[in-house]
């Protein structure tokens, strides 16, 4: 406001008094105000989501890992840790290291480990490579996390198949609980024949005082081991096929076999699903989301430790089990089909796996899960 010659009062148009004496901002200030302030809601809103894309994007990633990870155990290594794996592959490949140097059985292990490893996750090395050490040890832990996952899905899916395979085969009375593990084991008559060494009687009252070692009954075919060739239907046992088949397939395929079992139908299964999934949405079997072509002798080895596991008494994963080694167990089968002493020994090795996979060149319909 100011004052003229005649004493009248000029009023500035952009600035008008409000009722409490103070001036309002004009028109053109308040379009400004309001510009501002969407320029900040827009900005905020950009930074959200940002976050959220990136938490997204981590989200992505982690249950990529976990997925990732859910083979590992199946049929890489049912014990052995991924850093183990890629320990020993680094002290193979060290500068000091010697081709004439004899590795031990143990990082035989390990290396076919590994090997197996980089094959299942071909991506795992490459990435690893370019990760700063924080991301490489959140993709492992991740990838453990899936292993062991997946692990514990299979022993609580095959707690229950497994009594009612046995009460179904074996009929024994009173039929195993599929809901009480501490009623299995030695001290239960039917499970006590599976877990039997099957070079033994276990009908003989000396057998039943404690042995448990050897190989288990369960393994053979028929449950019944020849003892002029323990070899003979060694690895055939009913029980192990459906066993591998709820997992790497489905449980309803458990039930599509023979009296003396017959393989495992992997690539058949997998051929029906993709004759199936021509133009239809089919879920897919974990053999499939592994990409697993054919039977392996770790998968083998994996379902014969998960049977043992659920025809014991013992209610949480341990690798012993009284007088029981699980990783020796699993060592021992390992070694078996990927160290046979010999020519010979290899051809019944590779006629056993032929066994196994002895339908992958048939087609059928799809085998709902």
């Not at 500035?12 to 379009?31: I, K, M, V, Y």
């Not at 094959?119 to 990435?127: D, F, G, N, S, Y």
């Not at 832990?141 to 022993?155: C, E, I, P, S, V």
Request: charged fraction near 30%; hydrophobic fraction near 35%; include cysteine.
């Amino acid at each position: 406001m100011s004052h003229g010659d005649g004493g009248a009062t000029v009023i500035d148009p952009e600035r008008q008094p409000s009722e409490n004496g103070l001036q309002q901002p004009s028109e053109a200030q308040s379009a400004f105000l309001q510009a501002r302030q969407r320029r900040k809601i827009t900005e905020l809103e950009e930074k959200i989501e940002t976050l959220e894309s990136g938490r997204a994007s981590k989200e992505r990633q982690t249950n990529y890992y976990l997925a990732q990870g859910r083979g590992i155990r199946r049929i890489v290594s049912l014990f052995d840790s991924i850093e183990d794996l890629v320990s020993e592959n680094d002290r193979k490949y060290d500068d000091n290291f010697n081709d004439e140097d004899m590795a031990t059985f143990d990082q035989d292990h390990l290396q076919t480990g590994y090997d197996i490893l980089t094959r299942t996750l071909p991506w795992i090395v490459k990435q690893s490579s370019d990760m700063d050490h924080d991301e490489y040890i959140c993709m492992i832990k991740m990838l453990r996390q899936g292993a062991d996952g997946a692990r514990g899905d299979d022993t609580s899916k095959l707690r229950t198949l497994v009594a009612d395979w046995v009460n179904r085969d074996l009929k024994p009375n009173p039929l195993v609980d599929p809901d009480d593990k501490h009623s299995r084991g030695f001290i239960n008559d039917a499970c006590g024949k599976l877990l039997c060494p099957a070079e033994l009687d276990w009908n003989n009252p000396v057998t039943k005082t404690g042995i448990r070692d050897h190989s288990q009954a369960f393994l053979y075919e028929k449950y019944t081991a020849n003892l002029d060739n323990l070899e003979a239907g060694l690895f055939k046992g009913q029980i192990l096929v459906q066993g591998y088949k709820a997992v790497f397939t489905s449980p309803s395929s458990a039930k599509d076999i023979d009296g003396d079992g017959d393989g495992a139908d992997v690539i058949k299964n997998n051929r029906r699903a993709k004759k199936a999934g021509w133009g239809l949405k089919v879920k897919k079997h974990v053999a499939q989301i592994i990409k697993m072509e054919k039977v392996t002798p770790r998968s083998i080895a994996y379902i014969a430790c998960q049977v043992r596991f659920a025809l014991s008494s013992i209610t949480s994963w341990r690798t012993v089990d009284g007088d029981f080694d699980y990783v020796q167990f699993w060592r021992s089968i390992v070694d078996f089909f990927e160290r046979p002493p010999g020519r010979e020994a290899q051809r019944r090795v590779n006629k056993l796996l032929e066994w196994w996979n002895r339908h992958r060149t048939h087609t059928d319909t799809v085998n709902k899960p």
